[in-house]
């Protein structure tokens, strides 16, 4: 019943995606146009490789706040190290390395401590983000290489097809974590940790090494975004990541995956991001101001939650 | 359950301090050692005369903190994001909708409507994450975006000004909120209610199975939240003495941070009000402190995070076993 | 039973600061049981063999599967060497909830069913159809919660997770607490068979005296937080055990 359910979530956010966009053709000229479809999927695709990392730590029933800083370090390093010359493959291994160390450490830190990693990521992002405005002095420089700008591109294409590759490399990501979670050894004792922390520690699982693994995941997947939005934006920003803070976490809660742990997958991620970024493109299509856009979001995240994303009763979990 | 906090003797505040709980005796020690450098630092503004005004500029957080620790007693996942921007929501209604709109300067009526505003927020988070059982997270981080959403609605850019008296909150009359808020909580300590909120958030499955109503506690917690957003937010607007659209949202996460400075655990059913306040406390003093020392706004940020990160790993049950275990002589 | 190997060695296990230690051996193939008043030391004896106690000071060796003697340093270790742990509160340390029966059964010995770190899940599968029929598991599907089965099938799965790590030694927190009758009688069956057949040592701490009346080759009593006495199979009768737990030496037979 429970595996049932999950796809059903995963499910009910993919019927979302199709009756916000049959609702957004109606009552907006030009929201189904094929500039709008692609300029909403190229940024669904962004924040669902933003907010893998955070599926992942939320099934292990987690939280993780460093994603914003992690992606604005990655932007700034990237550019600046670009913009001074240093190979561009060096570069990926340099930031997503980094970005990889990170993560492992406030995991680390959070599962040997028992410390909420709520408190941990907020302190090792602020250090994180700090420590880019130090070495920048806050004036970020450089820019992205051409194929980065292509491969997010709006205007881009795959062959025939009218949109950049990020699109069928979100679609592979997914399939292929899809295919982690439920078929390899790190996928399942993600599950049994966030389902049960004190069986999974007797049935020989190791949680600082996994809570370890996984917020090294996370923090990589945010630097790849990072350098996503490097080249969608053209020029880097420490702040760029700002707000997918709360993005990620709606996304994620939205595709199905509870904070409680255990449950969830990145499928119903996509589909969460592809139906924050419709709405936001719906509002704003409506003429809203982007702080009626805001307010207008929290309602609305409110009202899908409430409809079908709700926690158990306490007498349940007696 | 944890041992209550030491009631204030004649030894004075410091022996309090230092008497508290082992989760505050970090932040207790901390704050001793931030006081002595601010002191040594900038005498002038330390000085006794100027007590008053400290206590207004450090208001705001103080009672921040101690909104956001009440719904993290409660446990499993209780929290309440939205505090940072109610203020701000407050602020910028209290200034345009009723002191520059409608000229409404009455102490009373404006006191009235903050207090009101933040138990109906009180009232709609707990009824989210308490009773339709959203998760707390997500059902706040809405109302989060509706507030901040609906303060740039009323207020886009800062403007306005404010009566003499409200100013005064962050001067000689600083000790109003925050002795409110004081006597609310010492108030609250004394209820039954207390109790039911430190059981639910030590073991919810516990207390519920032994009668509490687990849903309501947590309701109420929120409500209580919402009602110190209100004295926090009197305290701003009178600090700031404007409506600003942009200063409220920043202190959810600052305020989550002192909190767990402070030793209180966000896992439920430790903290309390000695705990926020000594949390806010170093976080404002190393602000205060740094600025002395003229430091770019970024290195205050790094020594927030290192700070923070270093002293929940100090203050962690975990290691305090492990090097425990380590000393025993074999 | 002195012809049988010994498989593990326990030396100056203390329960309780100025407690006399506990030292002793468990062969292949013995049944041992453990009682005593609720909360006088037996959990605490049966969870520091299991490499779950402070380790350090004291000292429990197990026969490698090599042939060499090596000390217990952990769990992980533990259950590696053969010295496998059943916990006492199924709900709490035992299942995992969201997770269906084969993951249930399957997280701990995943490594041997697996390549590179991907899983085989037909292998997996065959391996948990043969428990299925040994313990007479019943649930409607392999991908079923383990939510959805009764408590006693429930215990099984558990069981046939720690069969699967190929244990030499079975440490049993209370294993038939809250099971039918039933099923009680086929977890006895399988203890039997698994001492006998397997050569696996099994160290059952019970609540219920009748069950290690029924099962166990000697009985361990535990009182204060020492063993103080150790009934072997011929002498144990109900009264004797229960004597012996409240610390009473003689009593009318």
């Known amino acids: ?318 | 359950m944890t041992p209550t906090e030491t009631t204030p003797r004649a030894g004075g505040a410091w022996r309090t301090i230092l008497a508290a709980r082992a989760d505050t005796r970090l932040a207790a020690l901390l704050f001793v050692v931030l006081l002595v450098i601010n002191i040594v630092l900038n005498p002038a503004r330390f000085s006794p005369t100027n007590w008053l005004s400290v206590l207004g500029l450090a208001a705001p957080l103080l009672l921040a903190s101690l909104a956001v620790t009440i719904p993290f007693l409660a446990g499993r996942g209780s929290i309440d994001v939205s505090v940072g921007p109610l203020m701000g929501l407050i602020n910028v209604i209290i200034v345009q909708v009723l002191i520059t709109s409608a000229g409404i300067g009455s102490p009373v009526v404006l006191v009235a409507a903050a207090l009101v505003l933040g138990l109906a927020s009180g009232v709609l988070n707990g009824f989210l994450a308490a009773i339709l059982r959203i998760q707390p997270i997500v059902a706040t981080l809405s109302t989060y975006l509706i507030y901040a959403g609906l303060t740039l609605v009323i207020l886009p850019s800062p403007a306005g000004t404010v009566p003499a008296w409200l100013s005064a909150f962050s001067g000689w009359l600083s000790f109003i909120p925050v002795g409110a808020a004081v006597v609310i909580w010492l108030i609250i300590r004394r209820l039954p209610y207390y109790d039911l909120l430190m059981a639910v958030g030590s073991d919810d499955r516990a207390a519920y199975t032994s009668g509490v109503n687990v849903p309501a506690v947590r309701f109420t917690a929120y409500v209580l939240a919402g009602l110190f957003a209100g004295l926090a937010a009197l305290s701003l607007t009178g600090l700031i003495g404007s409506g600003d659209p942009n200063i409220g949202p920043g202190y959810t996460l600052i305020a989550i941070a002192a909190v767990a400075l402070g030793g209180v655990s966000l896992a439920g059913g430790v903290g309390g009000m000695t705990a926020a306040f000594l949390g806010a406390a170093d976080i404002f003093l190393l602000q205060s402190m740094l600025t002395a020392f003229n430091v770019s706004t970024f290195v205050l940020q790094m020594t927030y995070g290192i700070v923070l990160v270093l002293a929940v790993c100090l203050n962690s049950e975990k290691l305090k076993l492990y090097l425990r275990n380590r000393m025993r002589p074999q | 039973m002195p012809n049988r190997p010994t498989l593990l060695r326990y030396d100056d296990i203390v329960l309780k600061p100025g407690r006399q230690p506990v030292s002793g051996t468990i062969r292949a193939g013995e049944i041992i049981g453990l009682a005593g008043l609720e909360g006088h030391g037996q959990e605490q004896f049966l969870t520091t063999l299991a490499g779950l106690g402070a380790m350090q000071s004291c000292h429990v060796a197990v026969q490698t599967r090599a042939g060499g003697g090596i000390r217990l340093v952990n769990h992980r270790q533990a259950a590696q060497q053969g010295v496998v742990y059943l916990p006492r509160d199924r709900r709490a340390s035992g299942i995992f909830p969201a997770l269906s029966v084969l993951d249930n059964f399957g997280i701990p010995s995943m490594p041997q069913f697996s390549f590179a770190g991907f899983l085989n899940r037909k292998k997996q599968k065959q391996r948990l159809a043969g428990y299925t029929e040994f313990l007479s598991i019943k649930y409607p599907a392999m991908s079923a919660p383990i939510t959805a089965l009764s408590g006693g099938n429930q215990q099984k799965v558990l069981l046939a997770r720690l069969l699967a790590l190929s244990p030499r030694v079975m440490l049993l927190n209370d294993p038939t607490r809250g099971v039918d009758l039933n099923t009680r009688l086929k977890f006895y069956d399988a203890f039997r068979t698994l001492a006998r057949d397997e050569q696996i040592a099994l160290v059952i701490l019970s609540s219920e005296i009748e069950e290690i009346l029924q099962i166990c080759d000697s009985v361990s009593i535990f009182r204060d937080f020492q063993r103080t006495e150790v009934i072997a199979r011929e002498d144990m009768s109900m009264s004797r055990v229960m004597a012996a737990m409240f610390g009473q030496k003689e009593v009318a037979l």
Request: proline letters at 4%; glycine letters at 12%.
């Open chain 1, 1 to 318: 019943m429970t595996r049932t359910l999950v796809s059903n979530r995963a499910l009910v956010a993919f019927v979302g995606v199709v009756l916000i966009f049959a609702i957004g053709a109606m009552l907006i000229p030009g929201f189904s146009s094929l500039f709008s479809v692609r300029a909403m999927l190229v940024l669904g695709c962004l924040l669902a490789v933003a907010a893998l990392g955070q599926t992942l730590v939320m099934i292990l029933g987690g939280i993780d706040l460093s994603i914003p800083f992690v992606i604005g370090f990655a932007n700034v390093v990237f550019a600046s190290l670009y913009g001074s010359g240093v190979p561009v493959l060096l570069i990926f291994a340099i930031v997503l390395g980094a970005a990889a160390l990170i993560g492992a450490f406030s995991g680390a830190i959070s599962a040997a401590l028992s410390v909420h990693p709520l408190i941990v990521t907020l302190g090792v992002g602020t250090i994180v983000q700090a420590g880019v405005q130090i070495w920048t002095k806050g004036l970020p420089t450089g820019s992205a290489p051409p194929f980065i700008n292509t491969f997010v591109s709006l205007g881009g294409s795959v062959g025939p097809l009218p949109f950049p590759w990020l699109v069928p490399f979100t679609v592979v990501l997914t399939v292929a974590v899809l295919f982690v979670l439920r078929r390899t050894i790190y996928g399942r004792k993600l599950y049994a940790l966030g389902s049960n922390p004190k069986a999974a520690e007797l049935a020989l699982i190791r949680p600082v090494v996994l809570w370890a693994m996984t917020f090294a995941l996370s923090a990589v997947f945010a630097a790849l975004a990072g350098i996503f939005l490097l080249g969608f934006t053209g020029s880097s920003s420490a702040n760029v990541g700002a707000p997918y803070l709360f993005q990620t976490v709606s996304a994620v809660v939205i595709g199905g995956t509870a904070l409680i742990g255990g449950r969830g997958g990145f499928v119903g991620t996509l589909a969460g991001a592809l139906v924050l970024i419709e709405l936001r493109t719906l509002l704003i299509g409506m003429g809203l101001s982007e702080a009626m856009v805001q307010a207008a979001l929290g309602v609305l995240i409110l009202l899908l939650v409430a409809a079908y994303g709700r926690d158990q009763h306490i007498r349940t979990l007696i």
